[in-house]
Each structure stands twice: as structure tokens, then as C-alpha cells.
């Protein structure tokens, strides 16, 4: 479950995610419980055969751990912020959320998908 805001006040949301074995992909999905409609979806391309985790942390974030690495989707609605990786670099994490200002209506979806992952 995942809680934030809205111009009503506070809203639900479940996070459900799953790998596809037809389409080797893993898949994020936020619901919103208020309206009934997808809020984000994050697809990502994993072999059914090779293991993957995906964890709900307490900061909003999703952990996927996967035998290619851990990734890390912010879904909540916080500002940027800095995260620093295992070699030390620091790194710059957006939430889904701070794509509010895409002109788009609520019953419209934005897919981030990233094809080739060592080109992203």
C-alpha cells in the first residue's frame, strides 16, 4: 500500500508487480483505489527463467534485484533527490510522480520502458 495526496486529500494506492513469461519482462504497477486507474507502470525486460525480487520500501521506493543488478524506482510523489551507488558515484532519483507536468488526462498512461539496458 502506498499512500500520498491529492487536490481531495489523501489517496491510496497498491503496488503490484510480476514477471510475464510469454514477454520476459518484469512489471510495476501503481493502482490508484480513489479513481481505478493505473497511475505508473514501469516495464523492464527479464528472462523468465532467471530469478528477480521486487521489495516496497518504507521511502517509497521499489527494489528490483535481479541476477543483472538492483534497480531502483522511485514511485512515490517526492521532489528529486540524491542517492549514491556501490562505487560511490552519486546519483540524481526523480519519482514517477514529478511527471505531474506532462499535459496529459488522468484516464491517459505513460509507460517508462527501457529496451536495451545497457544503453539507457
Not at 510495476?28 to 479513481?35: D, G, I, N, R
Not at 518504507?58 to 517526492?78: E, M, R, T, W, Y
Not at 551507488?85 to 511527471?99: N, P, Q, T, V, Y
Request: proline fraction near 3%; hydrophobic fraction near 40%.
Amino acid at each position: 500500500m502506498l499512500e500520498g495526496h491529492d487536490a481531495d486529500g489523501p489517496v491510496s494506492n497498491v503496488v503490484v508487480s510480476y514477471k510475464s513469461i510469454g514477454i520476459n519482462t518484469f512489471n510495476v504497477f501503481v493502482f490508484c483505489l480513489k479513481t481505478r486507474l493505473i497511475k505508473f507502470w514501469h516495464e523492464s525486460f527479464q528472462l523468465w527463467e532467471s530469478p528477480v525480487k521486487g521489495f516496497l520500501l518504507p521511502s517509497h521506493d521499489f527494489l528490483i534485484i535481479s541476477q543483472q543488478g538492483i534497480n531502483v524506482i522511485a514511485i512515490g510523489d517526492k521532489g528529486a533527490r540524491v542517492i549514491e551507488d556501490a562505487e560511490g558515484f552519486k546519483r540524481k532519483i526523480h519519482s514517477l510522480g514529478s511527471c505531474d507536468y506532462l499535459k496529459i488526462e488522468p484516464e491517459q498512461h505513460i509507460l517508462f520502458a527501457c529496451q536495451y539496458y545497457e544503453n539507457r
